[in-house]
């Protein structure tokens, strides 16, 4: 028998807290000494926590290993975190307050978080720290939409931070599209009316939300890493924008439609002449 929602909460919450207090100095000190472990130990912590806390992810598509990489995906929920971290061996691109967080803002930095400030009188120096991270040879996960959705449909692109990467084009940028789509709980549809209980948006209250998600049972998502692009391919920040969008947009319909997935449009400029960097979706 499945234990309720009470207990369930309280076995999460210790099981989490076993796992992450730990691991926090560890991480710390392989930052340090710039251990090669320092990249691989957060995925790891984020499968672990997908385990505890009833995360099933179905993985699309193959993941880009070229360095840099800049990951583009949907925004959903805190949830998103664990379920790109456990898929991804990179950083987040978070909202500055995020730092200021207790325990969530030192995990954003022990992952080396890049935090921005999206107020137009600092997106340069954001955009030039994004820059310099890709040029480093980074992998980086953007959420573009700037703030999460209702897991339903892609809110706009906030375009201007692709400009990092346009600058930045010379480098053979890799860009690759990622939709994340919440589908089922515990192996049954997560509908409309469902679907709030996981997507955390507007005004909704952290705690009480996180609380009531904690109670909850298997939660199965979908994620599908679309063919990636060369940022150099694109004309401008905004093409480059809108064809994540378009490709994002259209994953995260075909997931929770249940149909195939419409092919991508191709880019606006021909890619230049080099080894391929996009991996084919499977369609079953």
């Known amino acids: 028998m499945p234990p309720s929602g009470s207990v369930l909460r309280l076995v999460r919450v210790f099981a989490y807290c076993a796992l992450t207090f730990p691991l926090m100095p560890v991480q710390a000190l392989l930052l ?4 090669p472990l320092a990249e691989r130990l957060p995925r790891t912590y984020h499968r672990l926590v997908c385990r505890i806390l009833g995360i099933v992810i179905e993985r699309r598509g193959t993941v880009s290993l070229t360095r840099p990489t ?13 379920i790109l971290g456990a898929s991804i061996p990179g950083s987040f691109v978070s909202k500055a307050d995020v730092d200021g967080w207790p325990v969530f803002g030192w995990l954003a930095r022990l992952q080396r978080t890049v935090f921005i400030d999206r107020k137009r009188r600092s997106i340069r120096n ?41 600058e930045a084009a010379g480098h053979d940028i890799t860009v690759q599209p990622v939709s994340v789509a919440y589908l089922r709980l515990d192996g049954m549809p997560l509908g409309r009316s469902y679907r709030p ?42 093409a480059l924008a809108e064809h994540c969008a378009a ?12 149909r195939e997935m419409v092919a991508p449009a191709p880019p606006p400029l021909a890619p230049p002449a080099a080894p391929a960097l996009a991996d084919a979706v499977p369609t079953s």
């Open 32 to 35: 340090l000494l710039r251990s």
């Open 70 to 82: 800049l990951f583009v995906a949907n925004h959903t929920s805190y949830l998103d975190i664990e």
């Open 126 to 166: 954001q955009r030039d720290a994004l820059n310099a991270r890709l040029q480093a040879g980074d992998r980086l996960i953007l959420f573009p939409e700037g703030t999460s959705g209702d897991g339903q449909r892609l809110l706009p692109f906030k375009s201007a931070l692709f400009g990092a990467v346009m």
């Open 197 to 238: 209980l996981f997507a955390w948006y507007g005004d909704m209250a952290l705690a009480p939300h996180l609380w009531t998600m904690l109670g909850l049972g298997r939660l199965g998502v979908r994620v599908t890493f679309h063919p990636a692009v060369n940022a150099a391919a694109f004309a401008s920040r905004k």
């Open 247 to 258: 490709v994002i947009a259209g994953g995260l319909s075909a997931a929770l439609t249940g």
